[in-house]
């Protein structure tokens, strides 16, 4: 994604809502701080009031006489539709709004684009596959898979001793892992370096997605070829579709054993817009360098300098100069609910939540603070917290209907804290696309409305 894919966003297109709605009398940050300490009578309180028994404010409250509560409803009533009237599960017709979606703010360059994960929409940390982001340099494509071959070779004479090309079914039968990571594209929040504060959470976030991948590992790969581990320093990793995408790997991370070479996502093979059969997964590593349609990799001992990483995914550091190789995803969060295109339905109690990840490991700590970073507060984090996985934070709040301004803040297992967008730039200057990790701001307005502010 270049400089000349910004753009202006004039449309605030909106997002599926998914706010809770919560009378006022609903839980209070205390009742839940009670539950979670083991008062059971609080939690029954709550929900009897959220039932509208003693409940004040009555928007989403069943009402006595609430026909889909008092009537036979007609499902209950009917038979259902057969067994595998289809043959592949497909969510509800009523959720036919969450589905990923281009960016009115990026120029389309041909089949060079992105298609955005709606983050709003998500739960837990798992991004079903068919929402999972997609990004081509030079479209996609769905390759048969008995016609699929992958080469291991070397740069230079030795380099590795024994050449291979393996199909899939020479590939499959090797043991494998499953492993769950993120994969974030370097550009992801790029439009947010020129404060252009595109209106959800889904095109400032969304192309990040979460997924369990299954494959080998590359090293096992590079020593069935007899690769010479002592002189390979780097290994080129080429795709087979039109942009030719090739980028370079350090050989500490392919011999860290965490560079799969992978077939699998979310129990079921790649799909299509994902790299299907083959793809590279390098953790906490940009999306680029997860090279999909994987066809080659090569073991050499210096840098290629390849197209996609000279003169794309290089950061431009306020001295003028150009940042090459910049690869791990640094430590970043962002709440999802609410975010920007959402409406808080009334005041009280809301449940916040959000994602966070690092590229170096696992996220140790999520703070959320409701005036715009004065003052912060640790958030729950669920578990499972994985290293270089998304993590699901959670933090309760009761709102008071007045002007607030939501932000998290991640702090990673080797100490990395997400910086504010000060911090970020007093360091890399104001010029950059790609890698930004900063503080996302999300104002609420006395009405519930939320949008995408930049504070400092
Ligand atoms: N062969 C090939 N691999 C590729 C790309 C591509 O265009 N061609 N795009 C890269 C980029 S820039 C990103 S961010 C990720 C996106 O992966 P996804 O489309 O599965 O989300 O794939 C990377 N691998
Ligand atoms: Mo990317």
Same mark, same amino acid.
């Given at each position: #994604?270049?400089?000349? *894919?910004?753009?202006? !966003? ?8 998914? =706010?809770?709605?919560?009378? /006022?009398? +609903? ?8 539950? $979670?300490?083991?008062?059971? @009578? ?6 009897? $009031? ?60 041909? $089949? ?10 998500? +739960? ?22 008995? &016609?699929? &071959?992958? #080469? ?24 494998? !892992?499953?492993?769950?990571? +993120? ?13 252009? $504060? ?36 780097? !290994? ?8 030719? *995408? ?22 079921? *093979?790649? &799909? ?25 990799? /090569? ?15 290089? @950061? ?35 449940? =916040? ?6 590229? &170096? ?9 409701? @005036? ?13 917290? *994985? ?70």
């Amino acid at each position: #994604m270049g400089s000349g *894919m910004l753009g202006s !966003v004039k449309d605030r297109e909106r997002c599926t809502g998914r =706010i809770r709605r919560a009378p /006022e009398s +609903f839980l209070s940050a205390e009742d839940i701080a009670a539950v $979670a300490s083991g008062r059971r @009578d609080v939690l029954r309180r709550g929900f009897m $009031a959220a039932l509208g028994l003693g409940a004040a404010s009555a928007a989403t409250v069943a009402r006595a006489d609430d026909p889909d509560i008092v009537d036979p409803v007609p499902w209950s009533t009917t038979l259902g539709l057969p067994v595998a009237a289809t043959p592949y599960g497909m969510p509800s017709r009523y959720e036919r709004n969450l589905v990923r979606r281009q960016s009115p703010g990026l120029t389309q360059v041909g $089949a060079a684009s992105v298609a955005f994960t709606p983050l709003q929409g998500s +739960f837990g940390i798992v991004t079903p596959s068919g929402l999972h982001f997609e990004r081509h340099h030079q479209g996609w494509t769905d390759i048969d898979p008995r &016609r699929h &071959r992958f #080469m291991v070779n070397g740069s230079s004479p030795g380099m590795v001793a024994r050449p291979m090309v393996f199909t899939m079914d020479d590939l499959m039968r090797l043991p494998s !892992v499953s492993r769950m990571h +993120f994969l974030e594209c370097g550009a992801n929040t790029g439009m947010e370096w020129g404060n252009v $504060a595109v209106p959800t959470v889904q095109y400032t976030h969304g192309m990040i997605s979460c997924s369990e991948f299954t494959g080998v590992e590359l090293r096992l790969l590079l020593e069935m070829c007899r690769a010479d581990l002592s002189r390979g320093r780097f !290994v080129l990793a080429e795709g087979a579709d039109g942009s030719s *995408m090739t980028r370079t790997i350090p050989m500490d991370l392919v011999m860290s054993g965490e560079v799969l070479v992978a077939w699998g996502q979310n129990g079921e *093979m790649l &799909r299509p817009e994902n790299g299907y059969p083959l793809r590279l997964v390098v953790p906490g590593v940009q999306g680029v360098s997860w090279v999909k349609w994987l066809r080659r990799v /090569e073991l050499g001992d210096q840098p290629w300098g390849a197209k996609d990483e000279s003169i794309h995914y290089v @950061d431009l550091m306020p001295d003028g100069q150009h940042r090459q190789y910049t690869s791990i995803q640094e430590v970043k969060s962002v709440i999802t609910t609410p975010s920007g295109g959402q409406a808080l339905v009334g005041k009280g109690f809301h449940a =916040i939540s959000g994602l966070a990840w690092s590229g &170096r490991g696992a996220v140790q700590r999520v703070d959320v603070s409701v @005036d715009g970073g004065r003052n912060w507060r640790p958030a729950t984090l669920q578990q499972p917290v *994985m290293s270089k996985c998304l993590s699901r934070f959670v933090f309760p709040w009761t709102w008071n209907g007045e002007r607030a301004i939501l932000q998290s803040r991640a702090i990673d297992d080797t100490g990395h804290v997400q910086p504010t967008y000060r911090q970020l730039r007093e360091v890399r200057g104001t010029r950059s696309i790609y890698h930004n990790n900063a503080i996302q701001s999300w104002l609420v307005e006395p009405g519930g409305e939320v949008s995408n502010v930049q504070t400092a």
